[in-house]
């Protein structure tokens, strides 16, 4: 965009493009082996050894954060250093981080922080300040890792409104399961008058 004097106003807008930790984890329901699991800190986990590269996950995550590898098809992604909370310790992201823009901690209390730091936000004039993924009313169930943003989510390349793309899954199985039957009871029905109507020769 053109500033004044001719310029152009420019600006980054940085956010980590990691696993989101789905309370209402589509990947999970569509791994056929069980290799994606919630963990006991409620981050999800693709073991990639038990990975037969099917691949099913990638087209469900809301986010596209599961990338696959071309030689095998196995899946990897964030797995908010697992081994690092079964030690006591916080994920690799945020003890590392310089400016403590990434934080580790209970969901409760992190919301809170965020919240009070929008509103610091938009008392400065960032009006576009937003949290996303913080709510366990949206399409997924909130996010195990959410995000303050300062534009809108398409412009960081996220779905304004995520939803756990296997929602409609117990429906779709419902109605494939009446057509299934009409369909049996339409050929049973062909078959008995077949069979009353049918001669010798």
């Known amino acids: 965009a053109s500033g004044e004097g001719g310029g152009t106003d420019f600006r ?12 209402h984890a589509a990947c999970l329901d569509v791994c056929p082996t069980g290799s994606l699991f919630r963990t006991e800190f409620g ?3 693709v073991q990639e050894d038990i990975c037969n590269g099917c691949g099913y996950c990638v087209p469900a995550c809301p986010y596209g954060v599961i990338d696959q590898r071309k030689e095998d098809g196995r899946v990897w992604k964030c797995t908010l250093c697992y081994d690092r909370l079964g030690e006591g310790l916080e994920p690799a992201c945020a003890k590392a981080c310089p400016t403590d823009s ?3 901690g209970p969901l409760d209390e992190l919301r809170e922080r965020a919240a009070a ?7 400065i004039g ?8 913080h709510d366990p009313e949206d ?5 195990g890792a959410f995000f303050l943003l300062l534009d809108e989510p398409e412009v960081y390349g996220l779905p304004p409104d995520p939803v756990v793309t296997t929602r409609d899954l117990p429906s779709m199985w419902k109605h494939a399961g ?3 039957a009409a369909l049996v009871g339409g050929l049973a029905a062909v078959f008995a008058v077949h069979g009353r109507t049918g001669g010798a020769r």
């Open 178 to 180: 009446v057509a299934a």
């Open 102 to 104: 990434i934080q580790y």
């Open 43 to 45: 981050t999800v986990v």
């Open 139 to 143: 399409g997924v169930g909130g996010d």
């Open 117 to 123: 730091r929008v509103e610091q936000l938009h008392g």
């Open 126 to 133: 960032v009006e576009d300040a937003r949290l996303y993924g």
């Open 12 to 23: 980054w807008l940085m956010a980590s493009d990691v696993c989101k930790h789905c309370t």
